[in-house]
């Protein structure tokens, strides 16, 4: 009977002396035995992750708003000792604007723990 798990082939892969100096940096950094270990790891274990930059620009703008919403909201509060309802609704409405976006990217980095 053949041992399925036994390591008997070879996979050759092309890098440049700076992927190279990367991957030891981060072989180094990852507290295994060898480096075909760290290899392996990676390919079955590791994850790719694509960032939107224009959802991440958006969602940073929105937090943006939300902040200077917010000093505008305790400037006037702190001149007129008056706090309008208005402006804690748009407060909050522009908060759940980032909340939902923020709690589905916590569900897929869960996600990729497991």
């Not at 990367?22 to 060898?34: D, H, L, V």
Request: charged content about 30%; proline content about 1%.
């Amino acid at each position: 009977m053949k041992d399925e798990n036994k390591r008997d082939l070879y996979l050759k892969v092309r890098v440049s002396q700076a992927e190279m100096d990367a991957i030891k940096r981060k072989f180094a950094n990852s507290g295994m035995n060898t480096l075909s270990g760290f290899v392996r790891a990676m390919i079955f274990e590791g994850y790719i992750v694509h960032i939107d930059g224009d959802e991440m620009k958006r969602l940073c703008n929105l937090a943006s708003n939300i902040a200077n919403n917010i000093n505008q909201v305790a400037h006037r509060a702190n001149v007129t000792n008056k706090i309008y309802k208005e402006d804690i609704e748009e407060i909050k409405e522009l908060g759940d604007k980032l909340w939902r976006p923020l709690m589905f990217l916590q569900t897929k980095v869960a996600q990729l723990k497991h």
